[in-house]
């Protein structure tokens, strides 16, 4: 082998076997057994856990251009991060830039990614203009490795031709892939931002008013609507809210192919860090909702309702942030989460009882693996499967730094947090990639995954 590790817990199917893993050639060839290794690892004491997939990342810029500000992460630095805290895939959102259709978006960031990605990637291209020409590009993305596309109710461009992405909806239907959904009601978070501006309540502290639960609620049960009457597998991404999530259980319940993704900062903070002087740094979108949203949400992830945990990471400087000219309505969101997901969801989920090992992996792995079209290849331990894996400490116990971390950002939400469980060791493909938080990889070292048709888990 060239790889053993050693006496570790291993996770298969969701439980822990205290074994031995054997890798060759890049792939895990042997579980259990006689085995030596040319490097072994001894992971006594330690789990054994495949490698992140986490299915939202944003690691190339929408556009750029004098005077163009966009978040400070791209495929080096982000990859970094995400080897550090034990994810090995990452899906990436493309975005065409202007009289751009999806496809000359996507080349350009698969050659960006190529070339400077530690971990294996794969693109969601984003559809901004449901013409002639993006409709028929979907089934062609499709047929050549990528089944998924992003759209955005909350762009106001979605309800001046609502007809065309649902034709474009039905397209990803016939083509076997996936849609991608933000949903925040784009008339809605425009009207009340008159209405704040007009109040002159223009203080972080209103962001919350600006983009409103009702505005998340109206957009999701759109998205179910449109899911039952297209029949594309809709995933609908960074759910934040318990109404929300309430009109994706009834569409589950009536068994549509609905699948729901949320984010680490829904799950450990609440509206009120907006009332912070400082406040601004956690503005995402969706806004940061209350305690019952909180709770809804890690019940949703016990019960299944919630396939996966995703970061939606696009850190900005805090400078950046706090910019003091922007009003409620136009904070810069997004934040640095690659490094800090998987260990936060270990010490806030598994260690407190929230949720179980196997939900744990489950939802940081194998379910997003499944969902994108790369089950078996990643999200499991299996004979065969790539070998990505995370050697877990569960007792390594770290106060959370952002100016240390590998994130461009320089801060993290969760500064002066400690958190107990981390990796130990990164692998990727049979490669150690990162040792605790020093990563061993080299840019260009990331391999574009192949992907199926979407197939319903």
């Not at 690892?41 to 789990?47: E, L, P, R």
């Not at 449901?130 to 050549?144: K, R, V």
């Not at 940061?288 to 909180?294: M, P, V, W, Y």
Request: aromatic share 6%; proline share 6%; charged share 20%.
């Amino acid at each position: 082998m060239d790889l053993v590790i050693r006496n570790g817990l291993v996770v298969l199917a969701g439980e822990a076997t205290a074994t031995n893993v054997g890798i060759a050639d890049g792939k895990i060839s042997q579980i259990g057994g006689v085995m030596t290794g040319t490097q072994e690892i001894d992971a006594t004491g330690k789990f054994v856990l495949p490698g992140g997939v986490d299915p939202h990342v944003h690691l190339s810029p929408p556009r750029t251009g004098p005077g163009v500000n966009s978040w400070t992460d791209d495929f080096e630095i982000g990859s970094r991060a995400a080897l550090a805290g034990g994810v090995t895939t990452v899906g990436n959102m493309s975005f065409p830039r202007k009289g751009e259709q999806m496809a000359a978006g996507l080349e350009r960031d698969m050659r960006d990614a190529a070339a400077n990605s530690m971990v294996d990637f794969f693109q969601h291209p984003v559809l901004l203009d449901p013409d002639a020409e993006g409709i028929e590009q979907i089934s062609q993305l499709a047929a050549s490795g990528h089944p998924s596309v992003k759209m955005f109710l909350s762009f106001k461009r979605f309800d001046r031709d609502v007809e065309g992405f649902l034709r474009a909806m039905r397209a990803c239907a016939a083509a076997g892939s996936v849609v991608l959904l933000h949903c925040e009601d784009a008339a809605l978070m425009g009207c009340c931002g008159e209405l704040l501006k007009e109040a002159n309540l223009t203080a972080h502290h209103h962001y919350p008013e600006t983009r409103p639960v009702v505005a998340e609620r109206i957009a999701t049960e759109r998205a179910v609507g449109f899911c039952e009457v297209s029949g594309a597998a809709t995933y609908i991404v960074h759910l934040s809210s318990q109404e929300a999530l309430e009109a994706c259980r009834r569409g589950r319940a009536r068994g549509l192919p609905l699948y729901v993704e949320t984010r680490p900062i829904y799950l450990h903070l609440e509206r009120s860090r907006f009332d912070e002087t400082d406040g601004a740094k956690y503005a995402g979108a969706p806004p940061l909702r209350e305690d019952s949203d909180r709770d809804a949400l890690w019940a949703g992830i016990s019960d299944g309702t919630i396939s996966t945990v995703a970061t939606d990471h696009a850190p900005w400087t805090l400078e950046q942030k706090l910019d003091p000219t922007l009003g409620a309505a136009d904070l810069r969101q997004g934040m640095a989460e690659l490094e800090t997901m998987m260990p936060m969801l270990w010490d806030l989920g598994v260690a407190s009882g929230k949720i179980s090992l196997a939900r744990f992996v489950e939802i940081t792995s194998s379910n997003p693996a499944k969902l994108f079209g790369m089950y078996p290849q990643k999200g499991c331990i299996a004979p065969g499967s790539d070998a990505d894996l995370v050697v877990w400490d569960p007792h390594d116990s770290r106060v959370i730094e952002g100016a240390t971390m590998h994130s461009a950002a320089g801060y993290s939400p969760y500064d002066g947090w400690e958190i107990k469980g981390w990796p130990s060791f990164t692998i990727s493909r049979g490669e150690i990639v990162a040792a605790g938080s020093e990563i061993l990889a080299s840019p260009g070292r990331g391999l574009a995954v192949p992907r199926q048709s979407f197939k319903r888990p």
